[in-house]
């Protein structure tokens, strides 16, 4: 049976839980039976089963609803907002900050079926994923995608490094088809995933979360087309 971990975690996924364990036979060895062993290998034991968890790929059955555009991340919306110049969607966008905690799953998911037209890199700073201004300044990786489905609006998933995570993984290609909710990639350790649509100043769509919310990457609607 496979291990629900995310390929996406290499190396650090065999890394990481190897060394906890190689430190906690270390401390075992040399200093057993010290009284305060028992309490350090339990703190480490904890950062074990966190390593694991933080890499964990959990099945999910994705709703097939091309209607809504699906949360692309896991965590909890922290802004919604109208950006006056999204320059990759050539104009108003509708823009919903996702921050992911050290303790949600961090694999990205499509939020609906598209085409990804082009990707971009962008080097920055590593300030608190929390805050809408990282979206601007922090290492990004930007994402533009056409909607398979009618309306065949442009949509922009960033990938954005927080003051922890210093490595994106994106293994989408440009040119390339995704379905619904399939995965793309991920952000290590801490970080935020921002949606931009268009514009509704016309009332195509509602938004569905709202500030607070906690979403689900395939699995919640952040915006439904009416």
Same mark, same amino acid.
């Given at each position: 049976?496979?291990?629900?971990?995310?390929?996406?975690?290499?190396?650090?996924?065999?890394?990481?839980?190897?060394?906890?364990?190689?430190?906690?036979?270390?401390?075992?060895?040399?200093?057993?039976?010290?009284?305060?062993?028992?309490?350090?290998?339990?703190?480490?034991?904890?950062?074990?089963?966190?390593?694991?968890?933080?890499?964990?790929?959990? @099945? &999910?059955? /994705?709703?097939?609803?091309? #209607?809504?555009?699906?949360?692309? +991340?896991? %965590?909890?919306?922290?802004?919604?907002?109208?950006?006056?110049?999204?320059?990759?969607?050539?104009?108003?966008?509708?823009?919903?900050?996702?921050?992911?905690?050290?303790?949600?799953?961090?694999?990205?998911?499509?939020?609906?079926?598209?085409?990804?037209?082009?990707?971009?890199?962008?080097?920055?700073?590593?300030?608190?994923?929390?805050?809408?201004?990282?979206?601007?300044?922090?290492?990004?990786?930007?994402?533009?995608?056409?909607?398979?489905?009618?309306?065949?609006?442009?949509?922009?998933?960033?990938?954005?490094?927080?003051?922890? @995570? &210093?490595? /994106?993984?994106?293994?989408? #290609?440009?040119?390339?088809?995704? +379905?619904? %909710?399939?995965?793309?990639?991920?952000?290590?350790?801490?970080?935020?995933?921002?949606?931009?649509?268009?514009?509704?100043?016309?009332?195509?769509?509602?938004?569905?979360?709202?500030?607070?919310?906690?979403?689900?990457?395939?699995?919640?609607?952040?915006?439904?087309?009416?």
């Amino acid at each position: 049976m496979r291990l629900p971990l995310t390929k996406y975690g290499l190396p650090q996924v065999a890394v990481f839980p190897g060394l906890i364990a190689a430190l906690m036979a270390g401390l075992a060895v040399i200093f057993a039976p010290a009284l305060w062993l028992v309490s350090a290998e339990a703190a480490l034991a904890l950062v074990l089963v966190w390593a694991f968890s933080f890499f964990r790929d959990p @099945a &999910r059955v /994705i709703p097939k609803d091309e #209607k809504v555009l699906l949360s692309p +991340a896991d %965590g909890k919306v922290t802004d919604i907002t109208i950006v006056e110049d999204c320059g990759e969607l050539g104009g108003k966008a509708l823009r919903i900050g996702i921050f992911l905690s050290i303790f949600n799953v961090h694999i990205n998911r499509a939020p609906c079926s598209v085409m990804v037209e082009k990707i971009t890199y962008k080097k920055g700073a590593f300030k608190n994923a929390l805050s809408a201004e990282s979206g601007r300044v922090n290492e990004s990786n930007d994402l533009v995608m056409t909607r398979r489905e009618a309306p065949e609006d442009r949509l922009l998933v960033r990938q954005v490094s927080g003051a922890i @995570a &210093r490595h /994106i993984v994106c293994a989408a #290609k440009e040119g390339a088809w995704y +379905a619904q %909710g399939e995965k793309f990639g991920m952000i290590k350790f801490g970080s935020r995933t921002e949606l931009y649509v268009p514009s509704s100043e016309g009332g195509r769509y509602d938004i569905a979360v709202q500030i607070g919310s906690a979403v689900r990457a395939g699995l919640t609607p952040l915006v439904r087309y009416r």
